[in-house]
């Protein structure tokens, strides 16, 4: 069940297009730089939703939450996809565009390619910008009244994804555990593997003639 849709972001390119059109020489490339930037990012975003929707828009046990902003207490999370299962499995997803691909170090850092000075640059790490995230969730969901089974609170287990494009490159160390970091068109077989190996086994509610019912 999609509880809410993807932002429509056009206001921001629009007012990007505007700071182009009336900043001076020097800064105007800087102003191009950020603008393909965004529209990369939100090609990549809607990219994802449409296949997280594909599989879960008409689901009686997930939850889908896109562009989802969190403030508590000072600290902000703006969560790219949210998938909340009625097991209390809650799936946050961050999405990132990487048009010349992405190099993980055996150290775990993340390198981007450069294509102008045709070398890799150092990134911030998406699993640290996730685990913020899910950090603030945290806070948000302990502040409500959760599920309880047998006098006992149930919390729920957080699962933490990068998603790429499936036509992005994605240089891996053999060391460093980078499972998850995933195309965005298996995200369906991963959240698979992530109940199958957990022994959740519930069916879908409404969704009948299908072949292989997906517990989410």
Known sequence: MILKAADDKTVQIQQLE????IASAD????????LRNLRAGIKAEQEAAYLINFDLEKSQNTVVIHDLRLEIDGRVAQIDHLLIHSTLNVFVLETKHLHAGMRITETGEFESWNAFKKCYEG???PFAQNERHIAVLKEALARIDMPSKM???LLPVYHSYVLVSPKSRIDRPKKFD???IIKADMLGKTIDNTFEKAGVLIPLVGLHGLCQQRPW
């Open 178 to 180: 980078t499972s998850h």
């Open 151 to 153: 006098g006992l609170r």
């Open 123 to 125: 990134m911030a790490s």
């Open 18 to 21: 505007n700071l182009i059109a």
């Open 27 to 34: 800064k105007r490339p800087l102003l191009e730089q950020e």
